[in-house]
């Protein structure tokens, strides 16, 4: 089986600090895997280099093992079916909530597609289906803005969807959120994953062992674990740097 | 489930359109009516109220591309002074050997420059129809290439209302120049007639004064389909997060370039219409405080409404007149006064103001499921 994502020798330093150091990971097509580490581990910069926002320093990231996405620009990566939430949910705060998942409905993105663009039938229906899934039906027409802090991670997860992307990289997904509201997004997410590919990063280990899936574990910038929650939460480097605290 | 669709003539609009289309025809009208008629209007107002809806047309361009796409041009005045030159140009032609030194083929200053042939950038403006099309070109291509170098480099916010400032200066300077070619600090004027009709008859002075509403009630209908389709949905995204936007896959610069090349084209077209109303285009129509003016127009009309924009600039338009006609030392303290109140007491704007009073009894607006 080849990769569908796949990192080797990934580096990149801030000001002689390296935030990713000679990182390697490989994520199979449809799998869900979780990222877990202290502040600072890099985790989210990681992110941010698969999804052309940082170029890194060296080291190869590839999708598909043929496209190279270290030279590709974020709407470029985007277009290619990776899809991503930020760490601090980003939504459209002066659209409504059914616009933000409008726009983030997969359809050429062009100035004049969008300029033309009739919404279908089958898009409406999409757009209904995903504010249920959501469970933001009752605030449809609701401005983002007035939206809690939990709600707004629903929508972004409910935009990343939308996207019908084929890799989902997730940042902290349950901050914010009650427990109930965190196991209920670790289903959603797991439900996904077959279909699509998912990389969670996230603090929360009850979370962590709900998706029950292989985990990585990261530590200044590069690969210090890898396996199953119970293998790596077992070992004495992981218990140090991270678990232990 | 209809709920998502916006019209494009709303009652807002619908109201300024009706308003317009009233003035459009009444105006006319009312110039006609024997001088003891109290309903009389003088004739020498009606290019000063076409004038009038050249700054509203300006307003709106800027609205297009500030109050969307959150794109702040402090350069818009080089636009519209561009669309301005271009029309000016061809009216310059037009005078042909009725000049002062009756040279058939050179404008009076070309002459008093000792040129001996028209330059190059001059040719083609002799034929109408090319100097309409320049009038839009120019602009459109400067906003074209300025923002694709701009918006490519990822250049927003403060920075990018720096450099159209610094783009707009730059223009002032070169046009006061007398090898740039276009009349330096003189600019072009003593124009006499369009397409054949003379500018200071009153009929044609009535047709352009029409001509105008009819361009401002159609841009800013463009204007308006441009907002409510999903490009513009796009446009406000980028205003509001940028990077999401982008990590949708969203081309940012694209529309960026976009939004600000329309806008551009249409504040030259007022430029154009400006001109032969007004009668003279010289270089301190690209003068930076020209393009922060436009500004407070917009802010004080409420960006983002396009029809806001184009009653803010009527208000400070005629405020300023009024008030340099009565207290010429006190405008540019009236302006910045203007501004301060806009920031600090009608973020929305007059429109925002008259919103927060129909909102007095509030709307419901969750739905049930
Ligand atoms: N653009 C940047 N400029 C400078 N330093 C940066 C930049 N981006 C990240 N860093 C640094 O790189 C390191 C890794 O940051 P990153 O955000 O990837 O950590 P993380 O694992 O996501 O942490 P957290 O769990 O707190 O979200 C941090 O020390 C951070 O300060
Ligand atoms: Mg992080």
């Known amino acids: 089986m080849t990769a569908q994502l796949y990192l080797d020798g990934v580096t990149r330093s801030f000001d002689g600090f390296k935030a990713i150091n000679n990182l390697a990971l490989s994520v199979d097509k449809g799998e869900l895997r979780a990222v877990i580490g202290p502040n600072g581990a890099g985790k989210t910069t990681m992110m941010d280099i ?33 899809g991503r939430k930020f760490q601090k949910p980003t939504v459209f705060e002066t659209h409504t909530v059914e616009d933000n998942i409008r726009l983030s409905l997969k359809a050429p993105r062009g100035v004049f597609a969008s300029l033309f663009h009739r919404s ?54 349950a901050a914010g959120m009650t427990d109930a509201e965190t196991m209920e997004t670790a289903e959603l997410l797991k439900s996904i994953a077959g279909e699509r590919t998912v990389i ?16 990585t574990v990261l530590h200044q910038g590069s690969v210090l674990a890898e396996g199953s929650l119970d293998y790596v939460s077992g070992r004495d480097d992981v218990i140090e740097v991270y678990l232990g605290r | 489930m209809k709920a998502s669709m916006t019209r494009l003539i709303d009652l807002r609009l619908g109201l300024f359109l009706a308003a317009l289309f009233a003035v459009t025809v009444l105006a006319p009208l009312a110039t006609t009516l024997s ?9 020498y107002l009606i290019p000063l109220m076409g004038k009038y809806l050249c700054y509203a047309l300006l307003a709106v361009a800027l609205d297009l591309c500030w109050g969307y796409a959150g794109i702040l041009s402090l350069g818009h005045g080089a636009f519209f002074a561009l669309g301005g030159y271009a029309m000016g140009m061809h009216l310059m032609r037009e005078i042909g050997a009725r000049g002062v030194y009756a040279n058939p083929e050179l404008p009076d200053f070309m002459v008093f420059l000792s040129y001996d042939h028209l330059p190059w950038f001059w040719w083609g403006f002799g034929n109408f ?33 720096i450099i159209t ?19 330096g600090n003189n600019g072009l004027t003593d124009f006499r007639d369009v397409l054949g009709f003379s500018l200071s008859a009153p009929s044609t002075r009535i047709a352009l004064f029409v001509l105008t509403a009819i361009c401002l009630a159609a841009c800013i209908l463009i204007a308006r389909a441009i907002t409510i389709s999903k490009a513009g949905k796009v446009l406000v995204a980028v205003r509001d997060a940028e990077s999401r936007t982008r990590f949708l896959g969203y081309r940012v610069e694209s529309y960026s370039v976009f939004v600000f090349t329309i806008s551009a084209m249409m504040a030259g077209l007022a430029g154009a219409l400006y001109v032969p109303q007004v009668g003279i285009i010289n270089p301190s129509e690209f ?59 009608l973020p929305n704007g007059l429109l925002g103001l008259l919103d927060r009073f129909r909102r007095a009894k509030p709307a419901p607006k969750e739905v049930p499921a």
């Open chain 1, 200 to 215: 969670v990063v996230e603090h929360d280990m009850d979370f962590v062992r709900a998706l029950d899936c292989r985990v």
């Open chain 1, 50 to 82: 698969i999804t052309g926002k940082t170029r890194p320093d060296g080291g190869e990231v590839l999708w598909n093992m043929d496209t190279d996405l270290t030279r590709l620009d974020e709407a470029r990566v985007a277009r290619l079916g990776i």
């Open chain 2, 35 to 43: 001088s003891s008629s109290p309903f009389n209007l003088p004739s």
């Open chain 1, 120 to 173: 279908t039938k089958a898009e409406e229906t999409r757009v209904t289906e995903l504010m249920d899934q959501i469970r933001l039906t009752h605030l449809r027409f609701e401005d983002a803005a007035n939206l809690s802090h939990g709600q707004k991670q629903w929508l972004e997860i409910g935009m990343l969807l939308a996207q019908e992307p084929q890799l989902l990289l997730v940042d902290e997904p």
């Open chain 2, 165 to 183: 400032q610094a783009l707009t200066f730059a223009l002032l300077l070169a046009f006061f120049r007398n090898e740039m070619g276009f009349g």
């Open chain 2, 129 to 161: 129809g090319f100097a309409a099309v320049m009038a839009l070109a120019v602009p459109g291509l400067l906003a074209f290439v300025f923002g694709w170098f701009a918006f490519r480099s990822r250049v927003s916010g403060v920075y990018l209302s």
């Open chain 2, 287 to 345: 003068a930076p405080a020209n393009s922060i003016e436009i500004v407070v127009w917009v802010a004080l009309g409420g960006r983002g409404t396009l029809v806001g924009a184009a009653i803010g600039a009527l208000v400070v338009v005629a405020l300023k007149s009024w008030l340099t006609a009565t207290f010429p030392d006190l405008w540019l303290f009236a302006l910045g006064g203007l501004f301060i109140l806009v920031t600090l007491a």
